[in-house]
């Protein structure tokens, strides 16, 4: 039960190729070709790029402002 016989895989495989097509299948499967390797020649290109000098670190002045601590309603339920 666990595995099927020749007969199995060859009905199978004709009903896919009805379904789809030769011409679908092989385009599919070009597609897929197209994509493993333009995948492969990302990976290659981020491991040749030299490394480059990173942007200099942007801080951000945590100071309180004027306008900020003059308001004394903020969180207040005033009407």
Known sequence: MGSFSIWH???????VLLLFGRGKIS???GDVAQGIKAFKK???DDEVKP?????PVKTIDN?????TS?????GSKAV
């Open 9 to 15: 895989w060859i009905v199978v495989i004709g009903v």
């Open 70 to 74: 003059s308001r004394s309603d903020v």
């Open 27 to 29: 385009d599919l499967m």
């Open 51 to 55: 490394a480059e000098k990173p942007e």
């Open 63 to 67: 100071s309180p402002s004027a306008t």
């Open 42 to 44: 990302g990976m290659t």
